[in-house]
């Protein structure tokens, strides 16, 4: 998780409008300490935010804990292959700089 911003091939930054939360709540990764947060983007995307159990979830924890909808500035990269097969659209790592919009 921490290099993931590192070994993109490119890192983007873009604003978004998070409308919900696709499972309703953090959710800790099968089988790893990954936590994810998928939002609901007004666009009609998916943009999950990533942290580590036990250790730094401070982006969920912002993102999570804001009144919808809320604007949100952030770095995110491309998903793996695997994710998108679950939808998911644009992921923000837990290093990634964010920044919330009024």
Same mark, same amino acid.
């Given at each position: 998780?921490? %290099?993931?911003? /590192?070994?993109? /091939? /490119?890192?983007? /930054?873009?604003?978004?409008?998070? !409308?919900?939360?696709?499972?309703?709540? *953090?959710?800790?990764?099968?089988? %790893?300490?990954? $936590?994810?947060? @998928?939002?609901? !983007?007004?666009?009609?995307?998916?943009? @999950?935010? +990533?942290? $580590?159990?036990?250790? &730094? !979830?401070?982006? #969920? &924890?912002?993102?999570?804990?804001?009144?919808? *909808? @809320?604007?949100?500035?952030?770095?995110? #990269?491309?998903?793996? &292959? +695997?994710?998108?097969?679950?939808?998911? &659209? +644009? +992921?923000? *790592?837990? %290093?990634?700089? #964010?920044?919330?919009?009024?």
């Amino acid at each position: 998780m921490r %290099n993931w911003l /590192e070994s993109a /091939e /490119e890192v983007y /930054e873009g604003a978004f409008t998070v !409308t919900g939360y696709e499972e309703g709540r *953090p959710k800790q990764s099968q089988g %790893n300490g990954n $936590v994810r947060l @998928v939002c609901c !983007t007004k666009e009609r995307k998916t943009l @999950v935010f +990533w942290g $580590v159990a036990g250790e &730094d !979830t401070l982006n #969920i &924890d912002r993102v999570y804990g804001s009144k919808l *909808p @809320v604007k949100v500035r952030c770095q995110y #990269i491309e998903p793996q &292959d +695997w994710g998108k097969g679950y939808g998911h &659209d +644009w +992921w923000c *790592p837990q %290093n990634a700089k #964010i920044a919330f919009e009024s």
